[in-house]
């Protein structure tokens, strides 16, 4: 029996509590348990990027530099893994490539070992630059396929993408399942071309949730098929809109060839404190009973969770919940008119919001919005499909869609943001000049209040009639 030894990143300080509980979980309730986190021999820890950047800044008042080098203080064996988007890096647009640069660069200065980064359209020219820099600065880069379904995203496609970013230099490939739509016996499948086709020395990395209730099944069948690394979450926070729970996957696999090496009594302890932060996210009401169960809505609408909530969300304020199904029902054919784009942020907001507009205002495309506009010109990166013409003509008129990569149009942005920082008094560091270049707005309400906190002025002293602190 070949021993085929399957890592495991755990993902309880990031997309866990993002997933379940709007990225709530602060500093200090990490602290306790990160010594006996970094003694359990994951092939890494997920702590970073994603929305945890904003969250610090908008609602925790952290700096999340300042979370990053305490948790590298306390993480000492094993990588801090973050989730980048590519040219968007942690916000909604594309940046410059100083801008990229600079941020991967002080993100692995600061305690990142593996940098997962991905392109919502699957545009590898929106990874170049980032991968570039994660190569350039010592990181691991993980490059991840955003996984869906259509027409155009064959098993082919897939294996050529993984080649092309294999070929770009790619350390690990990514099979980053966001919407739980990749089932067990694709999972094989998919697993096993790949495992055909890549470099022995590219591991394969698993991310999937367990929305649908599949999730422990695709990362079993995707281990028999030789998938090296697989996300889980400890179980306080593990399931339902998050990755599959730790323990169980430990146990299923111990004593097998797939043997994690993972000792479940050194992770009770740890268990049992998460226990704790998932009640205090409970009462204080960002931890839903709605996210922890089976939903299989997202199989057959393919709709990821946060986007049906933020559809739900939409129509309520419309005072227009009524007309929810007919919405699910045109996510499809809006995601078909502008050439497939897997939904994941910022595609699926886009699509999302247009399908709503479709439906309300009784007529298709009668109302565009900005986003929808730049998705069809573009401007966003290379879509999957060709574009519904039709539609297309009634979207754009006579703009032409660009051919090029996007960033290509963006002239150097951070001695620009460092000046504007500078003359508004706020400027301590670099890393401050990336948090506003990529959250403005939020930034400068920061350090707003650190400024003040330093001064010893009471924060709602501080804050101007337009000043949203963070809470």
């Known amino acids: 029996m070949e021993k085929k030894k399957v890592f495991i990143t755990d993902t309880i300080l990031r997309d866990a509590h993002q997933s379940q509980a709007a990225t709530r979980m602060r500093l200090e309730e990490m602290l306790p348990v990160l010594e006996q986190l970094d003694d359990i021999g994951y092939y890494s820890l997920e702590a970073w990027g994603g929305a945890t950047f904003d969250s610090c800044l908008r609602y925790l008042n952290e700096d999340p530099w300042d979370r990053l080098r305490t948790l590298k203080k306390y993480l000492k064996k094993t990588p801090i893994q973050m989730l980048l988007r590519g040219q968007n890096l942690l916000g909604y647009r594309h940046y410059s490539d100083d801008v990229v640069e600079k941020f991967v660069a002080k993100s692995i200065e600061n305690g990142i070992?593996?940098?997962?980064?991905?392109?919502?359209?699957n545009d590898k020219r929106n990874l170049e630059t980032a991968v570039k820099a994660i190569k350039k600065y010592g990181g691991i880069c993980e490059t991840a396929i955003s996984y869906t379904e259509s027409p155009v995203h064959t098993m082919d496609y897939f294996v050529n993408l993984a080649k092309d970013f294999e070929s770009m230099g790619a350390d690990n490939i990514c099979i980053k399942d966001m919407a739980n739509l990749l089932l067990p016996f694709e999972a094989y499948k998919l697993v096993s071309a790949l495992k055909q086709k890549l470099n022995p020395q590219t591991k394969i990395h698993l991310h999937t949730h367990n929305t649908t209730g599949t999730g422990d099944m695709v990362n079993l069948m995707a281990i028999q098929a030789g998938v090296d690394i697989v996300d889980t979450a400890l179980s306080p926070l593990g399931n339902g809109t998050a990755q599959p729970a730790t323990e169980p996957l430990v146990a299923t696999l111990k004593g097998t060839q797939y043997d994690t090496g993972i000792e479940i009594a050194k992770l009770l302890?740890?268990?049992e404190h998460f226990k704790g932060v998932a009640a205090r996210l409970k009462k204080d009401g960002f931890l839903s009973d709605k996210v922890t169960g089976v939903d299989?809505?997202?199989l057959i609408y393919q709709v990821p969770g946060?986007?049906?909530?933020?559809?739900?969300?939409?129509l309520d304020k419309m005072g227009k919940s009524d007309k929810l199904m007919e919405c699910l029902a045109e996510v499809p054919n809006v995601r078909k008119d502008c050439g497939y784009p897997p939904l994941v942020t910022p595609s699926s907001q886009i699509v999302g919001t247009q399908a709503v507009m479709n439906v309300i205002a009784g007529e298709r495309y009668k109302m565009v919005t900005k986003e929808t506009k730049d998705l069809f010109a573009g401007k966003y990166g290379r879509l999957p499909a060709p574009l519904n013409e039709e539609v297309a003509k009634k979207v754009l008129g006579d703009i032409q869609p660009i051919t090029y990569r996007p960033a290509d149009?963006?002239?150097p942005e951070f001695e620009g943001f460092k000046a504007e920082l500078q003359a508004k008094g706020y400027y301590e560091k670099e890393e401050d000049v990336l948090s506003y270049a990529v959250f403005e707005q939020v930034a400068e309400n920061f350090f707003k209040w650190r400024k003040a906190q330093k001064q010893g002025v009471d924060k709602d002293l501080a804050s101007d009639k337009n000043g949203v602190y963070p809470v």
């Open 113 to 121: 070992g593996v940098v997962r980064v991905f392109d919502a359209l």
């Open 269 to 271: 302890p740890i268990v």
């Open 306 to 314: 946060g986007m049906l909530s933020n559809l739900i969300s939409q």
């Open 409 to 411: 149009d963006l002239k």
């Open 296 to 298: 299989v809505n997202t």
